[in-house]
């Protein structure tokens, strides 16, 4: 199992930014793919973006065009930067690692965004 430290998260106002970091305790070049899911009380933990070994990323529609995920290989950090950011993105952040099909999570951040 992949051990992954998470930071970043914090309080925003609408339309501000933040940056998310989730550092892996082995190369990421080992792992599969890295990414972040998001939680809200009572709500499923909703998939958010993704980036491969290949370095491909995916995002979820509800924040295409405003997060960009991103990696650091010689940190084995991956990165959420988070622009414009809107009170309907309020959650714990978790970030996750998929490798040889086994997942890993993050002990998760809270980002909280004020109108």
């Known amino acids: 199992q992949v051990h992954m430290v998470e930071s970043g998260g914090g309080l925003v106002q609408a339309g501000g930014s933040l940056r998310l970091s989730c550092a892996a305790s082995v190369s990421i070049f080992e792992i599969n793919a890295m990414g972040w899911y998001r939680q809200t009380p009572g709500k499923q933990r909703e998939w958010v973006a993704t980036i491969t070994t290949g370095g491909s990323t995916n995002y979820a529609d509800s924040v295409k065009g405003r997060f960009t995920i991103s990696r650091d290989s010689a940190k084995n950090t991956a990165y959420l930067q988070m622009n414009s950011l809107n009170p309907e993105d309020t959650a714990v952040y978790y970030c996750?690692?998929?490798?040889?099909?086994?997942?890993?999570w993050g002990q998760g951040t809270q980002v909280t965004v004020s109108s």
């Open positions: 996750y690692s998929r490798r040889v099909g086994v997942l890993s």
